[in-house]
């Protein structure tokens, strides 16, 4: 169906994808595999016509094929849903989906009943509740992730390009998209597939291909290889133990919340937030865990309820009250409200730390570039230096700054909304191995995951929630995930 030959991209003379050759055959899946920064969304955005090749060349159905714009590759048949999520904030959910694609009345106007049935429609698919007459900027970020997914779908196209289509997704919703991707599979189209989730890969993939530093490692049937092959070849070497051995926790209270509420997301939301404490709020996408944590940051107050931390009732209206407060977040909507794209690595590193990085009124520029290089090497941040513009780093690399940045202030309290978002295996055990040694130099953390063995392997109490309010608490060392989705299901 869709073969590339040679290929090879250059971004300022840097060779991000040596020459590659693979190909995509009718009614497969085909998954991608490899750390950040291995060439998987630089391969997919050249198949998409997002950028053109420095090198080689694309075949569709055996003959050359020269994409000049998303729009040729489009229209040849090749859809993508992008890791950066792309929505146009002030138009309807019908609007996005639709978009280059709307229903026409015999006058040439946009069919508004057929649009919205349509959208309607593709979201039943993917058994999404979500009215496609609301406004995108009003959705949360797994919401705009299922209407990115309806939107190339709507495409009826031969090959569907997945770059992490399941990475802000809760396991029902997974469930949903497989289901979908079967149904693909059974029309013969072709399926590319990339994922962090190494569970997923060997779920729904027929075909798996490795990439490493921009060069193909190996191509093999997903049911010729295990685990630790799969990992062994992305990353060089083995990974035994991924998860580390919980520490237990203190005593000591360190952030308390009692009726915490915010209609309609939650209502009547509380719990005890321990020293050295790993606490994770797990549930099922708009069941409120996000805006929870969220409200604890600032970003957005609770309506109602009370916050203590270290005993003393607080009121936190804005970020800037949660740093003075020793709290620090690293938040799912990395491009929304994360990063800063035209800055430089060291300027998105340092931004929440300034004060500290001045020499009174003044920036001292020589510290904050050093204070930068310590960070991006203890978090292992791939770029050409610190002034690489961080919109040109892969997404992984990108959510490693933002943990970089948190972690400058040296919070008491740490919020991770889906920390491992967009981040490859060997970068998670690293991550996994940062979370325990906070908590063994006495940080609490506040968990957000849709990936429910993260959960249970790194937290000590989960607190699931239904819709916005409470439905269990349980110890995650005695738990499984059979049960957290049975608290997290609608009744």
């Excluded at 904030?89 to 694609?101: R, S, W």
């Excluded at 309607?120 to 797994?142: C, Q």
């Amino acid at each position: 169906m869709l073969r590339a030959l040679e290929l090879r991209k250059d971004f300022g003379g840097l060779t991000v994808l040596h020459p590659v050759s693979v190909d995509f055959r009718p009614g497969e899946v085909h998954a991608l595999m490899g750390e950040n920064g291995a060439g998987k969304s630089t391969l997919m955005k050249t198949l998409a016509g997002l950028y053109r090749p420095d090198g080689g060349h694309i075949e569709w159905r055996g003959q050359r094929a020269d994409f000049a714009s998303p729009h040729d590759a489009l229209v040849t048949g090749i859809a993508m849903i992008h890791q950066e999520l792309m929505p146009i904030p002030d138009l309807t959910v019908a609007e996005n989906i639709t978009l280059g694609a709307e229903p026409c009345n015999p006058l040439g106007f946009i069919d508004r009943t057929r649009q919205t049935e349509r959208a309607r429609e593709l979201l039943r698919e993917l058994e999404a509740d979500i009215n496609p007459s609301s406004l995108m900027r009003s959705l949360t970020v797994a919401q705009t992730q299922v209407v990115e997914i309806a939107k190339a779908l709507g495409r009826n196209a031969d090959v569907v390009l997945m770059d992490e289509p399941t990475a802000a997704l809760s396991d029902h919703e997974v469930a949903a998209l497989f289901r979908v991707i079967g149904r693909l599979k059974a029309r013969g189209v072709t399926v590319v597939y990339t994922t962090h989730k190494m569970d997923e890969v060997f779920k729904v993939a027929d075909r798996i291909s490795v990439l490493r530093d921009g060069q193909l490692v190996d191509t093999a049937p997903a049911d010729k290889l295990s685990p630790e092959k799969l990992i062994s070849l992305m990353v060089g070497r083995e990974l035994s133990d991924i998860f580390p051995t919980r520490l237990p926790p203190s005593t000591e209270v360190v952030l308390e919340a009692a009726d915490l509420t915010r209609e309609p997301y939650y209502r009547g939301i509380s719990f005890t937030l321990h020293r050295g404490e790993i606490l994770a709020f797990a549930g099922l996408m708009g069941a409120g865990r996000t805006e929870i944590v969220s409200a604890l940051y600032g970003l957005q107050p609770a309506d109602a309820g009370q916050i203590k931390r270290s005993g003393e009732i607080v009121r936190i209206m804005s970020p800037s009250d949660a740093i003075a407060l020793g709290i620090g977040m690293v938040t799912e909507d990395r491009k929304g409200l994360g990063l800063i794209p035209a800055l430089s690595v060291r300027e998105n590193i340092s931004l929440s730390a300034l004060p500290s990085l001045s020499r009174g009124p003044l920036l001292d520029h020589a510290r904050e570039l050093s204070t930068a290089r310590d960070q991006m090497a203890a978090f292992s941040v791939k770029a050409s230096g610190p002034e690489q513009p961080i919109q040109q780093l892969s997404g992984g690399n990108q959510q490693k700054a933002l943990l970089a940045r948190c972690l400058l202030n040296q919070p008491d309290i740490i919020i991770l909304d889906e920390p491992t978002r967009g981040i490859d295996i060997g970068a998670k055990a690293e991550i996994y191995a940062a979370i325990q040694e906070l908590t063994r130099q006495g940080k609490a953390i506040l968990l957000v995951s849709s990936e429910l063995p993260e959960v249970i392997a790194l937290a000590h109490r989960i607190i699931v929630l239904r819709l916005g309010d409470t439905s269990a608490v349980l110890d995650a060392a005695t738990t499984n995930q059979e049960a957290v989705l049975r608290f997290a299901m609608p009744l």
